[in-house]
């Protein structure tokens, strides 16, 4: 058990350290994220008043095309110098190497929530005064399920020479209850003053724990250079 | 599965071809027309069948997928793609009638409700499937991509369904009175839908076999030819 | 100590088999790239994997390496049958490919380091520091390895396959990159490796080079084996004749 925390934690310091040389993924991932909040906020205008649910849809749309960016970035990483190779020839578990990435690429994706959430509030007016900690729970939760099936997706896609939309394709009807659960979550948590709770938590956790263990048993059998 | 001849071939389609016109006879001259939705409720003959054989094709694939991953066969693969084939036509079925149902109805070709909701995401889930396939040359990495997919899109399938029921109900309630006569006519639409169904996948897997070059192999041993 | 090997260790006493393949193949596509492949090489020899592009050679090393899963047949490793994951087994393997299998954005000491810990090579950062001064990039530790050359980056990746002292070595196309007295160099390197009783199996274009280092020569022609007999029974004509389609 030591050996598989010791080396998750090597994994991912690699990871991490690597991004901290360049800070490329994650700015350009903050900036896609910032744009795409820009674009729907130039479009709807200051007519457009945006509801509960249109703040979860416009939140979603961000995280969802940066985080596919920054999935295809942490494993383009490993794909460079055929350095997957070097961790496959290691005596390191493949679920190991799955636990490594899906750490970083959980860090990334909430480094660009920390950096567009208030974006999106100050260009739209969110009001989440009424329940925060509501907000970022159900979001913490829904990420965690969308990268561990973006992690996995950007393995199985990792040498394939058209990678740009292709995991965006993968990822994006997959990751589709995450975003109807936690709109209508918070939308019965904001609007309608429920506590959390109810079948759309259900529906969230139960999507993670499916994808961590299918992605885990999985994972084993796609890397192959 | 390759030396089926033509004559069993066109038997099969002929039986499944007799047993549609049965069907449509029946639903024409035999089934009540129920009370409050008039004729166009008799989609609903065609609508339930077809969503009952997506839901299978779509276990198919997942068949093939674990097929796939766990023996490298690409025959697998070949099963996997055909039923996704299928799942795309008849999922496309059972949107269309429900769209044809929700217009007559609610006078609305599109509403967000559960049902059509949920049909909606299903079919969109293997449309991917069939769309990202042509943009991955190599045969091998196609038939992994497709196989993780094909595995996490069926587990996906309990979790987009119990997301589309967090959607808000639709006004007014789709319960119908089911007369006698009326579970007849259901139960034999069963007979042509399936057997269509069973019938496009193995057409399209006969199809994708021929498809490939058998190019003779070196190896002795069986598993590799 | 011969270029920081112990050649004192020797070869192992009776010939224990580092590697038994039976009736290897491999498909990529539905094309066969191995067909029937069985060698058998015992513990510390040198062995020399010769053919033309495309015969199968780096197939054949990865595969032995236990990167890449058969299609069909069996292996094994040190006496170990090499069943799907190789698990521990692996720590024994090592294997310079096409690529440097390095991280382009940390050191080249960062690199070994990283992945001398992953192996659980005990002190790791001497043992970087090591081996970088046995490949001559000592005064490169901490540059990022994207700043290197071909052939520097070819120097670290030698290192990298050695953080963990592999008991088998396989090698593709290691000179590749290398300028005249890298290559000197590291032709004295894995001469001294197997004097210090290390398997090793080298995928090398040189024919001459090779059987001049090799104990045994295995040549590939289109993913068979069409010759695998001592490198003193065999000469540099004969085994180019082999490698070509009659």
Known sequence: MTTVLRQVALLTMKDLRIEARGRQTISLVAVLGTLIIA??????????????????????????????????????????????????????????????????????????????????????????????????????????????????????????????????????????????????????????????????????????????????????????? | MLEISRKASAAYWMAALAALAGAVAMLIYYTPVEETMGPIQKVFYLHLPAAINTLLAGAAVFAGSVGYLWRRDLRWDDLAAAAADAAVILGLVVLLTGMVWAHSAWGVWWTWSPRLTFTFMLWLLYVVYVLIRPSIESADRRALVSAVYGIVAFLDVPLVYLSAYLMPQDIHPTSINMVGSMKLTLAAWFVPVGLISAGLVVARYRARRRARTQETVGCRRPACA | MVMGVDIDAGPPPCGETAVRALDLCKQIDGRPVLRDVSIDI?????????????????????????????????????????????????????????????????????????????????????????????VGLSDRADDAVKTFSRGMMQRAAIARALVHEPDLLLADEPFAGLDPPSVLALEALLLALHEAGKTIIL????????????????????GEVVVDRCTRLLDSTTAIREMVTA
């Open chain 1, 39 to 225: 674009v729907l906020g130039l479009g709807l205008g200051p007519e457009g008043r945006v509801g509960g649910a249109g703040a979860t849809a416009i939140l979603w749309v961000a995280y969802l095309f940066g985080g596919v960016l920054s999935f295809e970035k942490t494993m383009a990483v490993e794909r460079e110098e055929a350095a997957m190779a070097a961790l496959l020839l290691a005596p390191v578990d493949r679920g190991v190497i799955y636990l490594g990435k899906l750490i970083g690429n959980l860090a990334l994706m909430l480094a660009l929530a920390a950096v567009i959430t208030p974006v999106a509030v100050l260009l739209f007016g969110f009001d989440l005064s009424a329940a925060p900690l509501a907000f970022a729970a159900v979001m913490v939760i829904s990420m965690i399920g969308f990268a561990a099936v973006g992690t996995l997706f950007a393995a199985a896609v990792a040498s394939t020479r058209l990678q740009g939309g292709l995991l965006a394709l993968l990822v994006f009807p997959v990751s589709l209850p995450l975003v109807v659960a936690s709109t209508q979550v918070l939308v019965s948590v904001f609007r309608d003053g429920e506590p959390l709770g109810g079948l759309g938590l259900a529906v969230l956790v139960a999507f993670d724990a499916v994808f961590l263990v299918t992605s885990w048993l999985v994972f084993e059998c796609i890397l192959e250079p």
């Open chain 3, 42 to 134: 015992p513990e510390g020899r040198f062995v020399a994997v010769l053919g033309a592009n495309g015969a199968g050679k780096s197939t054949l090393l990865k595969v032995l390496a236990t990167l890449v899963r058969p299609t069909s047949g069996e292996l094994e490793i040190f006496g170990r049958r090499v069943r799907g994951d190789a698990g521990p087994l692996r720590a024994r393997i090592g294997l310079i490919g096409h690529q440097s299998m390095l991280y382009r954005e940390l050191s080249a000491r960062a690199n070994l380091v990283f992945f001398g810990r992953l192996y659980g090579v005990p002190q790791p950062a001497e043992r970087a520091m090591h081996l970088l001064e046995m």
């Open chain 3, 203 to 222: 995928a090398h274009h040189d024919v001459d080079q090779s059987l001049r280092m090799a104990q045994q020569a295995i040549v590939l022609r289109q």
